[in-house]
Nanobody, 121 residues
Framework: QVQLVESGGGSVQAGGSLRLSCTAS????????MGWFRQAPGQEREFVAS????????LYGDSVKGRFTMTRDNAKNTVYLQMNSLKPEDTAVYYC??????????????WGQGTQVAVSS
C-alpha cells in the first residue's frame, strides 16, 4: 500500500507562488496516476490537477488552468504542484491522491493528510 505525505503549504499574498510536494512511500508512484484536490471550509472537494503515470498527460480544473502546473519525478517518488498567480479563492487544504487518471475524487483510492494553503489579499 502506498502512503502519501504533502508538504510546502503556507501563507502567501495574492499574486505569489507556492510549490507543493507529495512524497510517496511503500510503493513506487510510477504504478499510479496521481491527482491534486483541494477543499475549502464548507465546500466540497474540488479537482485541481491530474497526471498519468509518466506525466505525459495532464488535466487541470478550470479555476487553475494557466496558473498551476503539475509535474512528477518518479525517480524521487514525488509529485509537485507549482502554483503561480495565487488568488484568495485558492485558499484551501490541498490533498494529493493516487488512483486512476481523472477529475473525480472517487477515482482515487489513497489520499494524503493534506497541506494548508492560505492566500491573503
Amino acid at each position: 500500500q502506498v502512503q502519501l505525505v504533502e508538504s510546502g503549504g503556507g501563507s502567501v499574498q495574492a499574486g505569489g507562488s507556492l510549490r507543493l510536494s507529495c512524497t510517496a512511500s511503500g510503493r513506487r508512484i510510477s504504478l499510479y496516476n496521481m491527482g491534486w484536490f483541494r477543499q475549502a471550509p464548507g465546500q466540497e472537494r474540488e479537482f485541481v490537477a491530474s497526471a498519468n503515470w509518466s506525466g505525459s498527460s495532464t488535466l487541470y480544473g478550470d479555476s487553475v488552468k494557466g496558473r498551476f502546473t503539475m509535474t512528477r519525478d518518479n525517480a524521487k517518488n514525488t509529485v509537485y504542484l507549482q502554483m503561480n498567480s495565487l488568488k484568495p479563492e485558492d485558499t484551501a487544504v490541498y490533498y494529493c491522491a493516487a488512483g486512476y487518471y481523472g477529475d473525480s475524487p472517487g477515482s482515487y483510492h489513497t489520499w494524503g493528510q493534506g497541506t494548508q494553503v492560505a492566500v491573503s489579499s
